[in-house]
């Protein structure tokens, strides 16, 4: 075993999330292990977090928004060296040789990961992943704005460009959360017309021009108990829903998601799919 490092771990089905030390393992030859500066909270780590099959055995850890720097690598690993920016999304690894992965199609690998389920999540001091896992991250880019990139970002970015709206048309991003703000911004820079739906309680909290690429049009209107899933969090006068075990952690980054344009895709419940392409 490897020096012990510090994790998020539930070690029981609905446990609570407690900062724990666990033994880091020696590399296999196709894995690298990452040193991690930021790690998202997405929608789906409530289920992780859940952890149905965790046990005293069987520690579960969240977290697939990791952004890092590469520590260590296997000896079979070719492509990565120590000190390496990286950032490690939804997608954790695949076979390499299934008729899915020699099309190109890893993601539906029946034998694909992801980080939290397959193995140890990123809400932790490192993560090990296979060689295969990480992306790039350039050097202009802040590894805390880098993390959600990998399952936010790909998804509202993705949500964008196979919108199949024509250049210079419009796009409407549905819900101005921590995945539409990001879609905001991928439309504008894409060079589409770019129109934000959001709440007007959520509106008149955004000052003109907060998001680069849209203006402020609010257009008052009272809450509704029933909404569009991908604003239920803003638009909705329901109750909220019941906490979650690790609602209260603040992750080890020290910074919030109110204190910077990033996307801490938290339990907002804001669709991943809230893009759509409007005909002029």
């Excluded at 992965?101 to 140890?120: A, I, N, T």
């Amino acid at each position: 075993m490897s020096d012990p490092t510090v994790a998020m771990v539930v070690t029981e089905p609905d446990g609570p999330l407690v900062a724990s030390a666990v033994d880091t393992v020696p590399l296999e030859g196709h894995q690298v292990r990452v040193s991690v500066q930021a790690s998202g909270v997405c929608h789906a780590d409530i289920g992780t977090a859940s952890a149905p099959k965790a046990g005293r055995d069987t520690l579960v850890t969240p977290g697939h928004e990791v952004a890092g720097v590469i520590a260590e690598v296997g000896d079979r690993v070719r492509g990565w060296t120590v000190g390496e920016r990286v950032a490690v999304g939804w997608f954790g690894g695949s076979c390499g040789h299934c008729v899915f992965c020699r099309d190109g199609d890893v993601v539906h690998c029946p034998e694909r990961k992801v980080p939290g389920l397959s193995y140890p999540g990123g809400w932790a001091q490192s993560i090990t992943v296979p060689a295969d896992a990480p992306a790039r991250v350039p050097d202009g880019l802040d590894l805390f704005d880098a993390a959600v990139f990998g399952c936010t970002g790909v998804t509202t970015f993705n949500a964008v460009r196979n919108a199949g709206t024509r250049t210079g048309g419009r796009v409407a991003v549905f819900g101005l959360g921590g995945l539409g703000h990001l879609a905001v911004q991928f439309a504008e820079k894409l060079g589409y017309e770019t129109v934000a739906v959001a709440a007007a309680t959520t509106a008149r909290n955004w000052p003109a021009n907060s998001v680069p690429g849209t203006t402020s049009t609010a257009r008052a209107r009272p809450p509704v108990r029933h909404s569009l899933p991908s604003a239920a969090s803003t638009t909705s006068s329901a109750p909220p829903p019941p906490p979650t075990p690790w609602a209260n952690w603040s992750p080890a980054c020290g910074r919030t998601a109110g204190s910077r344009w990033w996307a801490w895709a938290t339990a907002s419940y804001v669709s991943r799919w809230a893009c759509w392409s409007v005909r002029a």
